[in-house]
């Protein structure tokens, strides 16, 4: 009897033993991690968006696999271990991953006390993670880059970096952008990355119907294949995207006989704009909650861009792939690399890699899309920006050694990471905070993308901020979120009663935003 | 309980004082024997199962302190449950709430979890199929394949655009805007998850096909004498005998029903939650969800609860049943 | 107590009847048989199929409509640029014709696509695309490179396209080096290694205690060990999350290895049920010789059930292949300490654009079980009869 007890707690011994071996992350997550309890009622509605939403749908292979695009590293003993999470907004792509990976060996091998570790989770699932990560006390110690979405999610859940940033000089900023980080949780991030947003179209699909590109210039008039000249509307840009969405035999969708089962090109797509929120801001700014911050509401333009979407995706004359071409034809999900979708409605991320896999599947053709000016709901134009950036988590361990590593990504890493160069071009897809650097993005993407005419446009997008945000506070955001993100997948999914679902839909989030009170 | 699994009766019920110093030393033995056993069910079952009902009653998130008295908040946990449109919402012309999603699956689940195995079953023992270990074993292998991998083969499938299935009902002159758009779908795609489990059936399948085995020849024989056909035997002879199987079964595939959630939890890690349109929001999803992403650990706890009552009252309600239809065979009249 | 093989087929005597009946009973009948249940088998196992081919595809050949099925590329005509030549051409591109000039030397060099282009001759021959409109398409002949320009008046999306056999092998090394698949195959061995341990060293003792000693309240006991079999596991998860979240065993092994050492029903089951069918007398002539309870466990009942020992460590090994919520919840953040069937889903929530590398992916998760399964299969069908079974 005593022999098998003797053996049973050495053997639990052994199993604790090695359960414990593995490094610091393991062992129990400070107190205050503990008590701090994620406050469910943020109040501040921040005035510009920011992104959570990556391209989910990656791209093909990089041509030299240097470094794993899946990368997994364990703490070395005798450093100080610092975990950066990437998943919550842009940087899950696979050609992201291989440069992210880059610049955290970069940053390893610059000096010897702090050990950078990536940690990669798919977009869709970051928010999930994340929680279960902070609520056991073992959250990572950089998060980013990450938008207001993601801060709304976890707010109450950041670091206040008001004693490292006043020791580093924050000149080099625009202090408009320095302000929007200073929060009612305090100071809790450096302006990193800006997304404004515009209309990427594709030149050859737009060639080979003979249509005129989208207007480069805010305001100015489309010039139909007739020589009419309309004002540059969702409704012209719908009549535009049906013409150019195409059946296998070489029908449009505003011809006759034109079969609409077996489409080859679509007129336009969302694409990464997968969610309610953003697709109502594109046309009118707003919000899913009213003023008193309680009651569940849905502006009217966001119903009519709803509908609009609903009609595009399921009416007779469709121009909106749905759900399985998205996920199937279209390179799951992803329209720049499937090439066949004429516009995008998207904030500036994919300008990291416009480019489409080749026929063959072994390597990506250049870019042959270029930028356009979004279009007009009742005379205006919705828009959209982001703003990402890595914040901290309260809970860390080493607060000092997480600043030192978030300020390299924010400044030396941004030459990777947002800038680029012609060899090896910036995975982010986003307009770098600093000034300084303003002018060699502009030059380096100008490079990487020669058929890329009209850069400006991309710039005056600036002007269009959603405001309120798309992303911004509602009560119990995290589940009110995903509620909208599941509510857009319905809209592409199925032909639906859509007001009814608007109804359900309106009546879930009132019942989510009862729980928080 | 003792129904379903008998226990061989063993031992007089003595009470410890009056027992022998041999008795004495045989109860102390075997408690010591299975004392992790005590241990464990104490420790992970027992005690769990009450501070999730304790929990239930509180206003707590993951971060509090569970043995904060200040916390207790009666039953308002359960008045909110019973309002929960997430729940109970039926819509029928709408996107359900969860427990009518957990429902609606099972509908097609549960019938199609029972029913198969067994037609394989039989088909396997039957006397007429040459290489019946060879295919026994086919049917059953596809069981031991993690579930994470088999439900991307029958997603790849599946696939409306692209899956084998599809490509043939094309091929057989379905038209192309009839086709089941599967897991993208919502008129779908509770089918196309029984699909993905289907591999799960290779232990309802072996299971069934021991209890026809263990059929007494000589039942057949009789029933040939009486000029039963092949479908009258099956009825009055095969499904009696093996009922306790298929009973067994039907129980595990109810206890499992009410907590599926891992395949659409897998599955739709690249997409937006209840991917298409809520319709995979299963009752065990929307409780994992309330938890471990929004951490509210009370409503987790609350939802949990109500599981356990539902699993426990559909249980009892197939025991009721159960002396109608299944047939033990010590218990003949 | 059923523990023979389910393999051995039952003798079950058929009654005769005329002879051509008998006839068809000898032959068609079985092979009617045998015909439908391979057909069914083939339908059942197509999955396995479908992943060997398409994880020999190209990212193109995935996502294009009518691709065959087997693994093959389009083949493509680089154009050598013989003609120099600049050409307007009349074409119709989305409704009306217009005038389009065509220079040839634009396209030297580039790799073209190659379509089917039916001839007004009635034939049909394989022609490159150099420029395409939705009512018209401009061909170059490959067998004449020198040759004008071809305008087909038609959508060449229409026309069907050569496709040339071509397994691309390198997506298993693709897919070997983006999960890290010698990683999380260590850790997902390390997992099952120390919660089989952990179940034979609890299960084994406590198996036996039920079926070897008498004593009041064991079969209450017993009783509740079996229900814990239909006890839905959400109703204990909370708490014991919670519980492992304030001891910060989360982000380790512990709280995936430690409850494995106390003992769980299911295998208790399996293994107490073993030990009923063994004799007593071997344990009482060892007892008469002075054994205590744990050396007849040890050298008169272990050796005995080596195979319901390992038929309970194969289940458990493919039961830890299979897990994949609690390395979901305990490690969610350790990546490194993951197993093959979270970063499998992991892998598909970043790659969802990659089919050809998820289905290599789940062949690579899928191999080490279905090796296990062929070589102890006996044991799997073993198991399976004595919990089935006995009732």
């Known amino acids: 009897m005593k022999r098998l007890t003797i053996v049973l707690s050495l053997l639990i011994g052994l199993s604790m033993l090695l359960g414990a071996c593995a490094p610091a992350t393991a062992t129990p997550a400070p107190a205050t991690a503990a008590t701090q309890a994620p406050a469910a009622a943020a109040t501040d509605t921040p005035a510009v968006a920011a992104a959570t939403n990556t391209?989910?749908?990656?791209?093909?292979?990089?041509?030299?696999?240097?470094?794993?695009?899946?990368?997994?590293?364990?703490?070395?003993?005798?450093?100080?271990?610092?975990?950066?999470?990437?998943?919550?907004?842009?940087?899950?792509?696979?050609?992201?991953?291989?440069?992210?990976?880059?610049?955290?060996?970069?940053?390893?091998?610059?000096?010897?006390?702090?050990?950078?570790?990536?940690?990669?989770?798919?977009?869709?699932?970051?928010?999930?993670?994340?929680?279960?990560?902070?609520?056991?006390?073992?959250?990572?110690?950089?998060?980013?880059?990450?938008?207001?979405?993601?801060?709304?999610?976890?707010?109450?859940?950041?670091?206040?970096?008001?004693?490292?940033?006043?020791?580093?000089?924050?000149?080099?900023?625009?202090?408009?952008?320095?302000?929007?980080?200073?929060?009612?949780?305090?100071?809790?991030?450096?302006?990193?990355?800006?997304?404004?947003?515009?209309?990427?179209?594709?030149?050859?699909?737009?060639?080979?119907?003979?249509?005129?590109?989208?207007?480069?210039?805010?305001?100015?008039?489309?010039?139909?294949?007739?020589?009419?000249?309309?004002?540059?509307?969702?409704?012209?840009?719908?009549?535009?995207?049906?013409?150019?969405?195409?059946?296998?035999?070489?029908?449009?969708?505003?011809?006759?006989?034109?079969?609409?089962?077996?489409?080859?090109?679509?007129?336009?797509?969302?694409?990464?704009?997968?969610?309610?929120?953003?697709?109502?801001?594109?046309?009118?700014?707003?919000?899913?909650?009213?003023?008193?911050?309680?009651?569940?509401?849905?502006?009217?333009?966001?119903?009519?861009?709803?509908?609009?979407?609903?009609?595009?995706?399921?009416?007779?004359?469709?121009?909106?792939?749905?759900?399985?071409?998205?996920?199937?034809?279209?390179?799951?999900?992803?329209?720049?690399?499937?090439?066949?979708?004429?516009?995008?409605?998207?904030?500036?991320?994919?300008?990291?890699?416009?480019?489409?896999?080749?026929?063959?599947?072994?390597?990506?053709?250049?870019?042959?899309?270029?930028?356009?000016?979004?279009?007009?709901?009742?005379?205006?134009?919705?828009?959209?920006?982001?703003?990402?950036?890595?914040?901290?988590?309260?809970?860390?361990?080493?607060?000092?050694?997480?600043?030192?590593?978030?300020?390299?990504?924010?400044?030396?890493?941004?030459?990777?990471?947002?800038?680029?160069?012609?060899?090896?071009?910036?995975?982010?897809?986003?307009?770098?905070?600093?000034?300084?650097?303003?002018?060699?993005?502009?030059?380096?993407?100008?490079?990487?993308?020669?058929?890329?005419?009209?850069?400006?446009?991309?710039?005056?997008?600036?002007?269009?901020?959603?405001?309120?945000?798309?992303?911004?506070?509602?009560?119990?955001?995290?589940?009110?979120?995903?509620?909208?993100?599941?509510?857009?997948?319905?809209?592409?999914?199925?032909?639906?009663?859509?007001?009814?679902?608007?109804?359900?839909?309106?009546?879930?989030?009132?019942?989510i935003f009862n729980k928080a009170q | 309980m003792e129904n379903l699994i008998r226990l061989p009766k063993t031992g007089s019920p003595e009470t410890i004082r009056n027992m022998g110093p041999l008795a004495r030393r045989e109860f102390r033995n075997g408690l010591l024997f299975i004392s992790p056993w005590i241990i464990g069910f104490l420790v992970f079952t027992l005690f769990p199962m009450l501070a999730t009902l304790v929990f239930s009653f509180m206003n707590l998130r993951l971060t509090d302190n569970p043995l904060d008295p200040s916390k207790f908040v009666g039953l308002h946990n359960y008045a909110a449950l019973l309002k929960d449109a997430q729940v109970w919402n039926i819509r029928p012309d709408s996107t359900p709430g969860s427990l009518w999603v957990t429902i609606r699956y099972g509908l097609i689940a549960i019938p199609v979890g029972i029913l198969l195995p067994m037609g394989i079953a039989l088909l396997v023992n039957n006397p007429a199929l040459k290489g019946q270990n060879f295919f026994r074993s086919m049917f059953y292998m596809p069981y031991i394949v993690p579930f994470v991998a088999s439900i991307?083969?029958?997603?790849?499938?599946?696939?409306?655009?692209?899956?084998?299935?599809?490509?043939?009902?094309?091929?057989?002159?379905?038209?192309?805007?009839?086709?089941?758009?599967?897991?993208?779908?919502?008129?779908?795609?509770?089918?196309?998850?029984?699909?993905?489990?289907?591999?799960?059936?290779?232990?309802?399948?072996?299971?069934?096909?021991?209890?026809?085995?263990?059929?007494?020849?000589?039942?057949?024989?009789?029933?040939?004498?009486?000029?039963?056909?092949?479908?009258?035997?099956?009825?009055?002879?095969?499904?009696?005998?093996?009922?306790?199987?298929?009973?067994?079964?039907?129980?595990?595939?109810?206890?499992?029903?009410?907590?599926?959630?891992?395949?659409?939890?897998?599955?739709?890690?690249?997409?937006?939650?209840?991917?298409?349109?809520?319709a995979t929001m299963f009752y065990n999803l929307y409780l994992y969800r309330t938890f471990f992403v929004f951490q509210n650990m009370s409503y987790g706890s609350t939802l949990a609860w109500a599981l356990f009552i539902i699993i426990l009252i559909v249980t009892v309600a197939l025991f009721a049943t159960a002396r109608y239809w299944v047939y033990y065979a010590g218990e003949r009249q | 107590m059923t523990t023979h093989s389910i393999l051995q087929k039952p003798a079950i005597s058929r009654a005769g009847g005329n002879r051509r009946w008998n006839r068809f009973k000898k032959i068609a009948w079985p092979a009617s048989v045998t015909a439908f249940a391979t057909v069914l088998l083939g339908l059942f196992l197509m999955p396995f199929l479908y992943m060997v081919f398409t994880s020999l595809k190209t990212q193109t050949q995935v996502a294009t409509p009518g691709a065959p099925i087997w693994p093959a590329k389009y083949p493509t005509y680089v154009y050598t640029g013989e003609n120099k030549n600049t050409y307007t051409l009349q074409v119709n591109k989305s409704g009306f014709p217009v005038n389009q000039v065509i220079n040839m030397s634009d396209y030297a060099g580039k790799p073209l696509e190659l379509y089917r282009v039916p001839l007004p001759n009635g034939t049909t021959k394989k022609l490159a695309l150099i420029q395409g409109y939705q009512k018209s398409s401009i061909f170059i002949d490959p067998a004449k490179p020198a040759g004008d320009p071809i305008v087909w008046t038609g959508y060449y999306e229409s026309l069907p396209r050569p496709w040339v056999l071509a397994p691309q092998w390198s997506n298993y090394v693709e897919m070997w080096n983006d999960v890290n698949y010698p990683r999380v195959l260590w850790n997902t061995f390390f997992y099952a290694f120390m919660t089989t341990i952990g179940v034979l060293v609890s299960c084994i003792p406590v198996a036996y205690g039920f079926s070897r000693f008498r004593f009041p309240g064991r079969d209450v006991l017993f009783v509740v060990l079996l229900s814990v079999i239909f006890l839905p596991s959400t109703v204990t998860i909370i708490p014991t999350f919670t519980f492992f979240t304030k001891i910060g065993w989360v982000g380790s092994w512990l709280p995936l290895i430690v409850p494995s050492f106390f003992a769980n029903a299911y295998d208790t089951f399996l293994l107490r049920q073993y030990f009923m069918t063994l004799p007593r007398e071997l344990d009482e002539a060892a007892m008469i010789d002075g054994a205590n309870p744990l050396q007849v466990l040890w050298s008169v009942i272990i050796p005995q059930s080596y195979p319901v020992i390992v038929a309970v460590t194969v289940f458990h090994v493919v039961w830890a292949w299979n897990d994949y919520f609690n390395p979901l919840i305990y490690l969610s953040s350790r990546m490194d300490l993951q197993p093959i069937s979270v970063a499998l889903a992991r892998f598909n929530g970043l790659f969802g654009s990659r089919p050809e590398l998820i289905q290599a992916g789940s062949l690579l998760t899928l191999l080490f079980p279905l090796i296990l399964f062929v070589l102890a299969q006996r044991f799997f069908v073993q198991g399976i009869v004595i919990t089935g079974v006995e009732k």
């Open chain 1, 55 to 511: 391209p989910a749908g990656p791209t093909a292979a990089p041509a030299t696999p240097t470094t794993t695009p899946f990368p997994v590293a364990s703490c070395q003993a005798g450093k100080t271990c610092v975990r950066w999470y990437v998943g919550l907004g842009t940087g899950t792509n696979e050609v992201q991953i291989p440069v992210e990976q880059e610049v955290v060996n970069d940053f390893n091998t610059s000096q010897d006390k702090i050990q950078l570790i990536l940690e990669i989770v798919p977009n869709a699932s970051a928010i999930d993670t994340l929680s279960t990560e902070i609520a056991s006390g073992n959250g990572p110690d950089i998060i980013g880059p990450v938008g207001w979405a993601g801060s709304n999610a976890f707010h109450g859940q950041w670091l206040d970096l008001k004693p490292y940033i006043s020791k580093v000089d924050t000149s080099i900023y625009n202090p408009a952008l320095v302000k929007w980080y200073e929060t009612s949780e305090g100071d809790v991030g450096l302006p990193f990355a800006v997304y404004p947003s515009a209309l990427f179209y594709n030149k050859a699909i737009f060639d080979s119907a003979g249509y005129n590109y989208p207007p480069a210039k805010y305001g100015d008039k489309y010039k139909m294949p007739d020589g009419t000249m309309v004002d540059w509307s969702w409704d012209t840009l719908a009549k535009v995207a049906q013409a150019l969405t195409t059946d296998k035999n070489g029908k449009n969708a505003t011809e006759a006989g034109f079969d609409k089962n077996n489409i080859v090109n679509y007129g336009f797509t969302w694409g990464f704009e997968n969610h309610v929120n953003y697709v109502g801001s594109f046309w009118q700014s707003g919000s899913l909650v009213a003023a008193d911050s309680k009651t569940a509401q849905i502006p009217d333009a966001w119903k009519a861009a709803w509908q609009w979407t609903y009609n595009g995706v399921w009416g007779d004359q469709p121009f909106i792939p749905n759900n399985n071409y998205e996920q199937s034809l279209n390179n799951g999900g992803n329209p720049f690399d499937g090439n066949h979708v004429a516009m995008i409605d998207n904030p500036v991320w994919y300008t990291c890699c416009m480019t489409h896999v080749t026929t063959d599947g072994s390597d990506k053709s250049p870019a042959d899309w270029d930028i356009g000016a979004m279009p007009t709901y009742n005379g205006k134009v919705g828009g959209r920006i982001d703003a990402d950036t890595f914040r901290i988590w309260k809970g860390t361990k080493n607060p000092q050694a997480a600043f030192d590593a978030m300020y390299y990504l924010e400044t030396t890493g941004v030459q990777k990471l947002i800038i680029g160069s012609a060899a090896e071009p910036a995975p982010y897809g986003a307009f770098p905070a600093r000034t300084a650097d303003q002018a060699a993005w502009l030059a380096a993407k100008k490079v990487a993308f020669p058929a890329v005419q009209n850069w400006d446009t991309l710039v005056a997008g600036l002007n269009y901020p959603d405001s309120p945000s798309a992303e911004s506070y509602m009560p119990n955001f995290s589940e009110a979120w995903a509620r909208g993100k599941t509510f857009y997948s319905l809209i592409i999914t199925s032909p639906i009663d859509l007001a009814k679902e608007e109804q359900t839909f309106q009546t879930d989030l009132q019942a």
């Open chain 2, 152 to 278: 991307f083969l029958w997603a790849g499938v599946l696939n409306p655009e692209f899956g084998w299935v599809n490509m043939t009902l094309l091929a057989l002159g379905v038209p192309r805007s009839d086709l089941p758009g599967w897991i993208n779908d919502i008129n779908w795609v509770y089918p196309a998850y029984v699909l993905l489990g289907i591999w799960g059936i290779g232990n309802a399948m072996l299971t069934m096909l021991a209890g026809m085995q263990a059929v007494p020849t000589d039942l057949y024989d009789a029933a040939k004498v009486d000029g039963a056909g092949s479908f009258a035997r099956f009825a009055y002879v095969t499904f009696p005998m093996i009922s306790p199987v298929v009973f067994y079964n039907l129980i595990l595939s109810v206890v499992a029903l009410f907590q599926y959630f891992l395949v659409p939890l897998a599955l739709n890690t690249g997409n937006a939650a209840g991917f298409p349109g809520g």
